[in-house]
């Protein structure tokens, strides 16, 4: 089966750095995914890690250790608009079938 | 207009009824994808598509039934509305096996 744990709330500063972890259980690893969903609207894309170590895009990047079973996002000079939640995925590629398990997600409040 | 659509984006229902969300995508994208999203629990798959007419069950199918008769429709069937079926809906695309998806603007269900 499946299991994908990540914290259910942060709070951080305007200007400052967060990092958001993530830990997974899956049978059939073929990647993970990051995505950010603000209250009311779709998940969009913000990053992916198939091989070990940090993808870096902008403020974000994010980091792959799969021997540990671990990823993080972290959010580099945030700013209020960076308030959203936050959604750790992994994909399963069981079957054949790429299909994306996620987490419950991380709800980051970013305060002035 | 390109991209993934759906459509209600917000639909009210009684108990018992029979009620069909659309997803609708341009791109020709192979793999389609149905999820529901509710607090504490996170996007979770309900269906999913290869191809047209290639279907198979995802973590929470049951009182649900979809078809793919073409590549570029995926409705979401609920048989009989029941208000634990209360909750967004977000259909999702991707390209191949290796992409991650793209996501809908979702279709709020409520079912009284």
């Known amino acids: 089966g499946q299991n994908i744990d990540q914290p259910t709330e942060m709070t951080a500063t305007e200007g400052a750095i967060v990092q958001i972890n993530c830990t997974y259980q899956t049978s059939g690893f073929n990647g993970l995914f990051w995505y950010q969903q603000h209250a009311g609207e779709a998940p969009t894309f913000l990053s992916y890690n198939v091989l070990d170590g940090l993808e870096e895009k902008g403020r974000f990047s994010s980091f792959l250790s799969r021997s540990k079973g671990y990823s993080y996002l972290l959010l580099k000079e945030l700013q209020m608009k960076d308030s959203a939640s936050y959604l750790c995925?992994?994909?399963?590629?069981?079957?054949?079938?790429?299909?994306?398990?996620f987490g419950a997600g991380t709800r980051l409040a970013v305060h002035p | 207009d390109a991209g993934i659509t759906q459509s209600p984006r917000y639909k009210i229902t009684e108990t018992g009824r029979q009620v069909t969300l659309m997803c609708h995508q341009t791109w020709s994208h192979s793999y389609m994808f149905w999820y529901r999203q509710d607090l504490g629990h996170g996007l979770r798959l309900i269906y999913y598509s290869a191809a047209a007419d290639i279907t198979d069950k995802g973590e929470v199918p049951d009182g649900y039934v979809v078809s793919r008769s073409k590549t570029e429709n995926f409705p979401l069937t609920l048989e009989s509305a029941t208000r634990s079926q209360t909750s967004v809906y977000f259909c999702a695309s991707s390209e191949t096996r290796v992409y991650g998806y793209t996501f809908g603007s979702g279709t709020r269900l409520t079912v009284v």
């Open positions: 995925a992994v994909r399963d590629g069981t079957g054949g079938y790429n299909k994306l398990i």
